[in-house]
T-cell receptor
Framework: QEKVQQSPESLIVPEGAMVSLNCSFS?????SIWWYQQHPGKGPKALI?????GNKKEGRLTVYLNRASLHVSLHIKDSQPSDSAVYLC???????????FGAGTKLSVKP | EAAVTQSPRNKVAVTGGKVTLSCNQT?????MYWYRQDTGHGLRLIHY???????EKGDIPDGYKASRPSQENFSLILELATPSQTSVYFC????????????FGPGTRLLVL
């Protein structure tokens, strides 16, 4: 089964900082990668996804996928206190394989 | 926006008792999932379904059963609850037309005494 590992476990940054979150996965056949955001007491919410090698930018978010190294990263520009949450990486082979999640990175953005 | 609801939101059960967690989605998604979330483990997949009448085992199915009687409803059943099943349970529906992006419910907090 797919193994998904995230780093760091937690991160504290000042408001306005650039945040970088990492995710590595085990199966080179994995097709789809998502980043989810989870606030305390809530269910995860999809933020951004990537399916092709390279990068994808949406607003303050940029995700980089390197299939050769089985690594994906999420970068948050100009971080805000409202970005404080747990960020989860999810990976799956295709629509017929349920996504597997990493343990998450807890981000705290201090005003 | 896609809507997934779960009931109950909180549940206290006794060891050996039967617990049923319910999930309803109004997105008309074929795929539905049950995960549990514990500190340090992220979301772990228990059971999932590709449509009414189908259920599949996930990574940690022992002690759990699932039922998908309709497109909208997906239940997780603990026939003999144990304290190790104390956790937060999340249901999700998956949009196969959008690379299976998942829409999560608010979660059920289960405490087994």
């Amino acid at each position: 089964q797919e193994k998904v590992q995230q780093s760091p476990e937690s991160l504290i940054v000042p408001e306005g900082a650039m945040v970088s979150l990492n995710c590595s996965f085990s199966d080179s056949a994995s097709q789809s990668i998502w980043w989810y955001q989870q606030h305390p007491g809530k269910g995860p919410k999809a933020l951004i996804s990537i399916f092709s090698n390279g990068n994808k930018k949406e607003g303050r978010l940029t995700v980089y996928l390197n299939r050769a190294s089985l690594h994906v990263s999420l970068h948050i520009k100009d971080s805000q206190p409202s970005d404080s949450a747990v960020y989860l990486c999810a990976v799956s082979k295709d629509n017929n394989n349920a996504p597997r999640f990493g343990a998450g990175t807890k981000l705290s953005v201090k005003p | 926006e896609a809507a997934v609801t779960q009931s109950p939101r909180n549940k206290v059960a006794v060891t050996g008792g039967k617990v049923t967690l319910s999930c309803n989605q109004t997105n008309n998604h074929n795929n539905m999932y049950w995960y549990r979330q514990d500190t340090g483990h992220g979301l772990r997949l228990i059971h999932y379904s590709y449509g009414a009448g189908s259920t599949e085992k996930g990574d940690i199915p022992d002690g759990y059963k699932a039922s998908r009687p309709s497109q909208e409803n997906f239940s997780l059943i603990l026939e003999l609850a144990t304290p190790s099943q104390t956790s937060v349970y999340f249901c999700a529906s998956g949009d196969a037309g959008n690379q299976d992006t998942q829409y999560f419910g608010p979660g059920t907090r289960l405490l087994v005494l």
